[in-house]
């Protein structure tokens, strides 16, 4: 079901100066509290504002009813909550699926899809405008990276979604850093932002709720090993050896598989967490029983869980899903040599879920 085009709202432009986007959700609740004293206000009233954010979700500071009006506009000019403009919401599966274009301040789009399913509401956030790890079968990977997205810019995604799912009846559970853009080449926004989803006072996301996925950026793997927080890590695979992967995911040439592998490795020793691995699966490239397994030798012994994704195609690429036979078939092999696979059909096909895919409409809409 497609939505009507949202009228344009008075978004405060995000970025001036050339410095990076600030709003309100760029801060961490320590960091609030100290521009509130700055302002001339007690620390408490941080708390207050917390709050309304991220409990009440309220889309505008004069609807945090409690808080001075002095100081909501002093907020409102400091530090704005609308730092991004919804511009499309596309629905699919029953409703199910709910994928929004955002435009930023500066005037890029991206892209944020909320799945809910039974038991949880996970929401896909984007982590850059574009990508420059350019993988070969991503829309994404085709635009090259225009910037990064502040960690306000990705929390505003978390609270558009947590608006979305409670009109729904529904309260947001699981955050999955899958869309547009490598979260590990945006490390310092990407903590940023966990810390503020994760805070108890506000979103609350516990951190074994949250996923960072990498297509293997190995200094960061063993950075994000020596965090504090618990996160899921889940590592884009697409190919069990490098000449392959090295076509699918040029980032390989630089990490190749088995640096990766011994970055994971010592993922796992520091965390003592499972690492998931996701296959994106497409006809005739990455099939074969050969390179099942390949992928089951490369895998066998790790703590891990493959999760296998049929490819979301993308017009202008050449990649396509393989039929479901074959999809069944690969799985089998990995699961019979005892590695815990799982095949994940992407949500909202007809909808261009896959990332980048919305936004590249949108552009070849408008040119
Ligand atoms: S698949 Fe992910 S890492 Fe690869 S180009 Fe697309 S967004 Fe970037």
């Known amino acids: 079901m497609d939505t009507p085009v949202l009228p344009r709202t008075t978004l405060r432009p995000a970025i001036s100066r050339?410095?990076?986007?600030?709003?309100?959700?760029?801060?961490?609740l320590p960091e609030l509290e100290a521009r509130i004293v700055e302002l001339g206000f007690p620390a408490y009233r941080a708390r207050q504002v917390w709050s309304w954010a991220y409990r009440q979700l309220v889309s505008d500071i004069a609807g945090m009813r409690n808080i001075p009006a002095a100081l909501r506009d002093a907020l409102a000019s400091e530090a704005p909550l609308a730092l991004l403009e919804p511009v499309r919401t596309l629905s699919a599966d029953d409703g199910e699926t709910i994928?929004?274009?955002?435009?930023?301040?500066?005037?890029?789009?991206?892209?944020t899809v909320l799945m809910l399913y039974p038991d949880r509401a996970?929401?896909?956030v984007s982590c850059q405008v574009g990508c420059a790890v350019g993988c070969a079968f991503c829309a994404t990977g085709l635009m090259g990276l225009a910037r990064n997205l502040s960690a306000g810019e990705m929390v505003a995604q978390v609270v558009g979604a947590a608006r979305e799912a409670r009109q729904r009846g529904r309260e947001l559970t699981n955050i999955v850093m899958?869309?547009?853009?490598?979260?590990?080449?945006?490390?310092?926004?990407?903590?940023?932002?966990?810390?503020?989803?994760?805070?108890?006072n506000g979103l609350d996301i516990g951190a074994r709720r949250i996923t960072v996925s990498t297509s293997g950026i190995v200094p960061k793997i063993d950075a994000l090993a020596e965090e504090p927080l618990q996160l899921n890590l889940a590592v884009s695979l697409h190919a069990p050896g490098d000449e392959l992967r090295s076509t699918l995911v040029p980032i390989n040439r630089r990490?190749?598989?088995?640096?990766?592998?011994?970055?994971?490795?010592?993922?796992i020793a520091k965390t003592g967490r499972r690492v998931s691995f996701e296959y994106a699966l497409m006809r005739g490239i990455n099939d074969s029983d050969e390179t099942a397994r390949d992928l089951a030798d490369l895998l066998r012994g790790r703590l891990c869980h493959v999760n296998i994704i049929p490819l979301n195609p993308v017009d202008v690429l050449p990649y396509e899903r393989p039929e479901p036979a074959g999809i069944e078939r690969f799985a089998s092999i990995l699961r019979a040599a005892g590695i815990p696979t799982t095949v994940r059909y992407s949500r909202g096909l007809e909808i261009d879920a896959a990332c980048g895919q919305l936004r590249a409409k949108e552009l070849a809409a408008a040119s």
């Open 122 to 124: 996970t929401v896909c």
């Open 178 to 200: 899958m869309g547009m853009g490598e979260p590990l080449q945006n490390y310092a926004e990407t903590m940023k932002f966990i810390g503020i989803i994760h805070d108890p």
């Open 255 to 267: 990490y190749p598989v088995a640096v990766l592998m011994e970055a994971i490795d010592r993922y």
């Open 18 to 28: 050339g410095e990076r986007p600030r709003g309100l959700y760029d801060l961490t």
């Open 99 to 111: 994928k929004t274009l955002y435009r930023t301040g500066d005037g890029h789009l991206l892209e």
